[in-house]
């Protein structure tokens, strides 16, 4: 295990001087708070997190959740962890104070639940979706519902958990079978199955509450006849005791990563006495789980940063303690008798190190940024910057849930060939992190699933308009760097590239026109991989203009080197990774259509 996890510094100054957490603070939604008050909430964190979950990481992975006698046996920190997340405000936080909340900005949430990630992230899944459970029943369902479940959710002692997947169906959810039958009363009997449900059991919940899509008898069909259902492990007798609620834990599944993690089997109503209780209204249940899913998704891209963060941070310091090899002498040889030089001397280690660097702090920098679009959607009253905001962070969205997850497996990837033969070993945690991080990119939808989310239903919205509006950003931040001789040469690299999305959507978008979705989305995911690469490339951007401005006012909250090695990542990233858009775009406007209506036998 390494020393550290997390690089603090960087996670504040990204939220209070690139992303200006502060500006947050005036809104009345969060008066209560300064920033003196946020960094005591971000410490308690950290310290925490030392304490309770960096410590158990390999633990767990060697003692992985474990189907038995009809439950799911976990790792004893996730009760620990359910616990502290209720005492310490960690399920609440971004809770309305009437709901029991505190009230904090989502963007300082994002920030905690990333140190607790980078620390363990086999742990703040069962919090996470907890609270998102949660969240959908203060949202939307009925009073007496909010009183039963919302308390014991937000105290950790009832455990939540979001029931979509079926075993037919798998992503398609219009193929949903799950059966609501009414009954006359005030709830429905519920009969099905459900896969792949995170935390959907274990010992140490006195109760799951489970937020189910599921099927009216007679409803239409596709997504438009799903409806939304609160379903608990354990209902309440009239008396107000729990009793069995006629759901089953079927199996545990056994996964390469997140091993402790529980991935459950459930089974609903086998014995025809599961209870239901509609959320909102009947058939709308997808609209009210989607409308929950963008802090989802932050979340799953939120995850991808940490661990790809605190894989660079292990990589980091395995280069810096190893010694191995020889510099090249100005000869091109090398001296024997010279005593070996840590690796971190050789420029191709180098080379790794920062390509990890450059992936966590802007997969780190980009969650940040939506997560502040969530916050101003949430504590402005001005009708027209909420409809900006919106836009943003709907365009965003599905690169918030992919780069960080894709770019950060690659970044894992390059951390285990620092170690060379000792990142393959059980020994050294890479490997470990480069296992967990795999299943992010299948969270939530899978990549393919969000790239034509971003090039089908985004890019188009409003006819154009949210694209537009992100364009605009980019250029913002591509004319604060021309004021600076050091950035000018990245500032019109990354104006070239803004120009190059319009040339791939200029031959992309008339397939469209003419109906012809399946050849406009049959490359979706070059697309994504190409529009992230400017987005990153854009953050990146932004942090070099506010290191440039703090040097030249002589700012002390970070040392000179501190803000110098943001600019040198960011010219890396220039050099390495934006040049990828043009062999991307290559791709894009190639005539071939090799992927549609090919023959079985190609294969």
């Not at 979509?164 to 219009?174: D, H, K, V």
């Not at 099905?192 to 008898?217: C, T």
Request: glycine share 8%; proline share 3%; charged share 25%.
């Amino acid at each position: 295990m390494a020393k550290e996890y997390v690089d603090i510094a960087t996670l504040k100054y990204l939220l209070y001087h690139v992303h200006g957490l502060e500006d947050l603070l005036s809104a009345e939604r969060f008066q209560d708070y300064d920033k003196d008050s946020l960094d005591l909430f971000l410490n308690a964190i950290k310290e925490f997190s030392d304490r309770e979950l960096f410590p158990y990481f390999k633990e767990m992975d060697e003692t992985p959740a474990t189907y038995k006698n009809g439950t799911i046996m976990v790792h004893k920190q996730v009760d620990v962890m359910m616990k502290k997340g209720g005492e310490m405000g960690i399920i609440s936080g971004p809770f309305d104070y009437g709901d029991g909340g505190l009230q904090l900005p989502f963007t300082i949430h994002t920030a905690s639940a990333y140190i607790q990630e980078a620390a363990n992230n086999h742990l703040p899944g069962y919090i996470g979706l907890t609270q998102g459970a949660a969240e959908l029943i203060v949202h939307f369902a009925n009073e007496n519902l909010k009183k039963t479940y919302v308390p014991k959710m937000l105290s950790g002692d009832w455990g939540g958990t979001m029931c979509l997947t079926e075993p037919q169906a798998g992503s398609s959810l219009s193929d949903i079978t799950t059966k609501a039958t009414p009954t006359g009363q005030d709830y429905y009997k519920i009969s099905g199955q459900k896969i792949f449900i995170s935390g959907g059991d274990h010992q140490y919940a006195e109760n799951v509450v489970h937020l189910l899509l599921a099927r009216l008898e007679g409803a239409p069909s596709g997504t438009k006849g799903i409806s939304l259902f609160v379903v608990p492990k354990l209902r309440m007798d009239k008396d107000g005791r729990l009793i069995s609620n006629d759901v089953m834990t079927v199996a545990d599944f056994q996964k390469m990563g997140q091993r402790g993690y529980a991935t459950t089997h459930l089974g609903f109503g086998d014995k025809g006495d599961c209870h239901g209780w509609l959320v909102g209204e009947a058939h709308k249940g997808l609209k009210y789980m989607f409308l929950m899913m963008n802090s989802a998704r932050i979340s799953v891209g939120r995850g991808g940063a940490a661990i790809s963060m605190a894989a660079y941070q292990a990589s980091l310091e395995y280069a810096n303690e190893r010694p191995q090899g020889r510099k090249l002498a100005s000869d091109g040889k090398k001296d024997p008798n010279e005593k070996p030089c840590l690796i971190i001397e050789h420029p191709d280690v180098r080379r790794m190190l920062l390509l990890q660097k450059s992936i966590a702090e802007g997969s780190l920098s980009l969650v940040l940024l939506a997560a502040k679009y969530y916050d101003i959607i949430q504590s402005t009253k001005n009708q027209d910057i909420k409809e900006k905001y919106r836009l943003l962070l709907e365009m965003i969205i599905p690169i918030v849930k992919t780069y960080p997850t894709e770019a950060g497996t690659l970044s894992v990837s390059n951390g285990m060939q620092v170690l060379g033969g000792y990142g393959f070993c059980s020994d050294f945690i890479l490997q470990q992190y480069y296992r967990d991080i795999r299943i992010f990119s299948i969270y939530e939808g899978t990549t393919g699933i969000q790239s034509q989310d971003l090039l089908g239903r985004k890019v188009p919205m409003e006819n154009g308009k949210a694209l537009e509006l992100l364009l605009n950003e980019i250029l913002h931040t591509i004319t604060a760097a021309m004021e600076f001789n050091g950035l000018r040469s990245s500032a019109k690299s990354l104006a070239d590239k803004i120009k190059l999305a319009r040339e791939v959507l200029d031959f992309l978008m008339p397939f469209a026109k003419k109906g012809n979705y399946e050849r406009y989305l049959s490359d979706a995911n070059l697309f994504m991989e190409f529009l992230s690469h400017v987005v990153i490339a854009w953050l990146w951007l932004d942090i070099a203009v506010n290191a440039e401005r703090n040097i030249q006012d002589g700012d002390q909250s970070h040392s000179k080197e501190f803000y110098l090695s943001k600019i040198h990542t960011m010219k890396f990233y220039f050099k390495y990774e934006l040049p990828k858009t043009s062999s991307l775009a290559e791709s894009l406007i190639h005539p071939d259509e090799l992927t549609i209506n090919t023959k079985k036998e190609v294969f």
